[in-house]
């Protein structure tokens, strides 16, 4: 929980941002290490991590509502939170709905995909981190394009296993299970690309 007595809120964007990277790398080590029988407590500990993170940002809410004049726009401030918040959420989703599916194993495709998410979560990070010095940092930029090349990459991944989902399966329920599966995993990245136009666009506004 951050410090009322000192709050930052370019911190309290890192903290959060945080949760995201404890979230993709659950995901990456329940799916790669997949076990049936372990899946109901993974879903526990990534609710956890979602728990948390909602603190967090009902933390950076309450502090705003207190502010007289914040650091950046009220209205940057408030989309910033909702959208790193709605990366650990997504994440979480995925784990959630191979718990609901009742999945017994985990296609290779997904494991290269849960990567991706985990890539993407970390760029999102190194930019939050860079987030607060946007006039001097020399890296910003470069992750900010990362998570726009990471997300493009989703977008690919997401296309491909779709596609050869309807090519190469006859089973209904296989072809609803996985087709939701792979577009959770893509929309963990499409958040992430919201949190980097979010600070790009801040940045704009504060150049």
């Known amino acids: 929980m951050v410090n009322k007595k000192n709050f930052n809120y370019f911190k309290a964007f890192i903290d959060l941002s945080n949760g995201s990277l404890k979230a993709a790398e659950l995901l990456s080590k329940t799916l790669h290490n997949f076990d049936v029988n372990q899946v109901e407590e993974k879903v526990k500990e990534m609710h956890v991590i979602e728990h948390n993170a909602d603190l967090e940002r009902h933390e950076i809410m309450n502090r705003l509502a207190k502010e007289f004049l914040p650091p950046i726009e009220r209205a940057d401030i408030i989309s910033l939170a909702d959208n790193v918040d709605d990366v650990i959420d997504s994440i979480e989703d995925v784990l959630i709905r191979i718990e609901m599916f009742n999945v017994q194993s985990i296609k290779p495709e997904i494991l290269k995909f849960t990567e991706v998410v985990m890539d993407c979560c970390k760029s999102m990070s190194a930019a939050l981190k860079e987030f607060e010095n946007f006039k001097r940092s020399k890296t910003?930029?470069?992750?900010?394009?990362?998570?726009?090349?990471?997300?493009?990459?989703?977008?690919?991944?997401?296309?491909?296993?779709?596609r050869d989902l309807f090519k190469n399966s006859k089973d209904p329920i296989e072809l609803i299970v996985w087709t939701e599966i792979y577009r959770l995993l893509e929309k963990c990245c499409d958040n992430c690309e919201e949190v980097a136009n979010d600070i790009e666009n801040i940045v704009m506004k504060n150049s």
């Open 140 to 162: 910003l930029h470069a992750a900010i394009i990362e998570v726009n090349h990471l997300e493009e990459v989703a977008d690919q991944l997401y296309i491909n296993g779709v």
